[in-house]
């Protein structure tokens, strides 16, 4: 028992060491206060929370993060073409190209991916 408390103060007294010596030594003495304040993508978090936003940004980024997930889907296809039937993995990989195509021709037709306005 005595050892064991022992042990505890002892590793008590080295954190304890260690974290004074790290803020003593830390090049952060001087505290800035753009640097202290939080970063959230650009905004600053105390001013208003309504500020207007690109809804065309926001419609490309989710449209990077469908075509990401499709990408996804069709990766394991060509993994599994030797285990399946051709017939079949054409059929499945060719519908879901026209698909993809699809939506692709439907967002260049509504004018979706034009960076300008």
């Not at 600053?44 to 490309?60: A, D, E, G, V, W």
């Not at 879901?96 to 300008?116: A, D, H, R, S, V």
């Amino acid at each position: 028992m005595n050892m064991t408390l022992m042990y505890m103060l002892m590793i008590f007294l080295v954190t304890t060491s260690l974290t004074l010596l790290i803020m003593v030594i830390s090049k952060k003495m001087i505290i800035d206060k753009q640097k202290a304040s939080p970063f959230e993508c650009g905004f600053n978090p105390m001013s208003n929370k309504r500020l207007p936003f690109s809804i065309h940004f926001f419609l490309i980024a989710v449209l990077f993060l469908i075509f990401d997930i499709e990408i996804i889907i069709i990766m394991p296809m060509i993994f599994s073409l030797k285990y399946v039937m051709l017939k079949t993995w054409m059929v499945s990989s060719y519908m879901i190209t026209i698909t993809l195509l699809m939506g692709l021709y439907n967002e260049w037709f509504q004018g979706m991916l034009k960076w300008t306005n």
